[in-house]
């Protein structure tokens, strides 16, 4: 490329002695010198897929399936699942910082991408092991004796538990690197080169793409395990987790190292930040110790929350954190909600099921819309006679409009049919479905299959003044329809809102903080999941659900 520049210098200086008549043919001759691009093959974007599939599928998988183990190793209590998910929640409010600084300031993008892999594959290894040994006895839910215990109870279990929910903190973080790494630098590069050499997979191609493939395993990957541990057992189930972990181990680095070989702009090394002088660092840095790193961690953190709040994109980012605030999605609180007012797992499962359909139709629906609105608003700047735009120009426009409206509709839409679905929680009675007595986790399943939903009939005196107003008392059949529908319309317009942010942060952040933006952003997401779960402990019983479900419809309608 040098080599490239040093002859167009030369060939302007001969050039300089031409007559005015002869420039035209000089330039011609410029003109004529072709500067090699990188050329992005259809198959180095598959191989991004599929590395980014099994990542996915893996980390989709281990996330269900650790639930379930939870579970099973300790019946009949929610403590232990709650200090899991409060454990990864805290590491990745505290870490992902440093995940972000670390990513956009690695000499080498490959070896980065390849290290949260490994690290991802072997925690998922080690704590395959921790939970077999939790669930080693055969059925926990099975007590021959008032003397005996489950294996849950023992000593020995919590503290195995204990280094199982530490290893899973690592693969949580390990995950989220892989993710960070592989959207915010790896996609953004790919983007970038295929733009110019492979129309049809420009950076928002890639982005849907990408998140279809996280949805589709988000949807698939329980169904499966649940079907394994349902037909078989769950020290099976712990069996299958690490066999296709170990299995696409391998597979996920090849493909990830074919991409970068062939890639030079992935090569190519970062553009970071320059490095601070040790001279010029403070005496309590010099000096080293845990002081010293507390103090550099605090200092890595105060800069690039200044800097994510100097960008243009910081509100939609933030905006986006705060809807992972909403109960109102398909976790833990609102399963339990909808088990406690009678609805079947199948029924759940089956809505759930529709829904995440929408999701992933968000990954069609993005693409289209932002070229459609682009379109409408060019055109009709152009009809009101304003400024004419070079054609570069003109379509960079029109995607920016397009992506900006796009979100815009996707917020929108969230808060909206958010509505319907609080009006049709406060006309849901709570009653619990009568199941089978049944000692294991299989036969405990296939009863909550078998239940039907049964509800007293609601009466106008049972909601507040203003929701008699707004909804009268209808069937609870008409209530769950409602719900359901509108639920899923929602979860579109999230993953809208979602995908056109993340392209926004990816163009509209410098190239060497996209990284560090992302994990701040993530922090974020912690935090507000973290609030999440302290509402659900405060307001815990199933009845006081629509009060935590109008204050999510709420914060959604202020984003809106």
């Not at 553009?271 to 601070?276: D, E, F, M, Q």
């Not at 507390?294 to 929350?305: D, S």
């Not at 679905?421 to 009568?434: D, G, K, M, N, T």
Request: net charge neutral.
């Amino acid at each position: 490329m040098k080599q490239l520049d040093t002859e167009l210098e030369d060939l302007e200086t001969d050039f300089s002695h031409l007559s005015d008549l002869d420039v035209a043919d000089a330039q011609s001759e410029l003109n004529t010198i072709v500067i090699p691009a990188f050329t992005v093959t259809k198959l180095q974007i598959w191989n991004l897929y599929l590395s980014h599939a099994l990542s996915t599928w893996n980390a989709r998988t281990y996330e269900f399936a650790a639930i379930l183990f939870t579970a099973s190793a300790f019946p009949e209590t929610l403590l232990a699942a709650s200090l899991r998910g409060i454990c990864n929640d805290t590491a990745v409010l505290f870490v992902s910082f440093s995940i972000g600084h670390y990513i956009d300031n690695a000499p080498s993008r490959l070896r980065t991408l390849l290290m949260t892999i490994c690290a991802n594959r072997g925690s998922v290894l080690l704590g395959c092991v921790g939970w077999l040994y939790l669930v080693q006895s055969g059925d926990p839910f099975s007590r021959t004796s008032p003397e005996s215990e489950a294996p849950g109870s023992t000593t020995s279990s919590v503290w195995i538990f204990a280094v199982v929910v530490l290893i899973g903190v690592f693969e949580n973080l390990s995950g989220i690197s892989n993710l960070i790494s592989m959207e915010r630098d790896w996609v953004l590069v790919m983007g970038k080169a295929a733009s110019q050499t492979l129309p049809g997979y420009e950076l928002t191609h890639l982005n849907a793409v990408m998140r279809r493939i996280d949805l589709i395993c988000k949807l698939v990957g329980p169904l499966v395990i649940s079907f394994i541990i349902t037909a078989t057992s769950m020290r099976t189930g712990i069996f299958a987790v690490a066999t296709m972990s170990a299995c696409s181990w391998g597979i996920e680095m090849i493909s990830a190292w074919h991409v970068w070989s062939q890639c030079p702009m992935l090569q190519e090394a970062k553009v970071t930040k320059k490095p601070i002088n040790k001279a010029d660092e403070p005496k309590s840095l010099k000096n080293g110790g845990y002081g010293a790193v507390l103090l550099q961690w605090r200092k890595t953190h105060t800069t690039q929350m200044k800097e994510f709040f100097r960008t243009e994109v910081w509100i939609p980012s933030l905006a986006l954190a705060l809807c992972h605030i909403n109960v109102m999605t398909y976790r833990d609180s609102f399963i339990t909600f909808l088990l406690e007012s009678g609805f079947s797992l199948v029924f759940i499962t089956v809505a759930r099921t529709l829904g995440s359909v929408l999701e992933i139709s968000s990954t069609f629906v993005v693409p289209w819309s932002i070229i459609y609105l682009g379109n409408v608003q060019v055109t009709q700047e152009e009809t009101e006679g304003e400024e004419t735009l070079l054609q570069g120009e003109k379509e960079e426009r029109k995607h920016g409009i397009g992506l900006e409206r796009t979100g815009l509709w996707g917020i929108a839409l969230q808060s909206c049919c958010l509505v319907p679905v609080v009006l049709a929680i406060w006309q849901i009675p709570i009653r619990r479905p009568v199941m089978a007595q049944s000692n294991s986790i299989s036969e405990r399943f296939l009863a909550n299959l078998q239940s039907t939903p049964s509800h007293p009939q609601p009466t106008a005196t049972d909601n507040p003044l203003f929701l008699r107003f707004l909804m009268p008392a209808s069937s609870p059949s008409f209530a769950a329809v409602t719900m359901f529908s509108f639920l899923s319309m929602s979860r579109l317009g999230v993953w809208v809102y979602d995908l056109t942010t993340q392209e926004l942060t990816q163009t509209r952040v410098p190239t060497r903080t996209t990284s560090s933006f992302a994990g701040t952003e993530r922090a974020f997401v912690s935090v507000f999941e973290i609030a999440q779960r302290v509402m659900v402990a405060l307001f815990p019983r199933p009845s006081q659900f629509k009060w935590l479900s109008t204050n999510s419809q709420r914060t959604s309608a202020t984003l809106g």
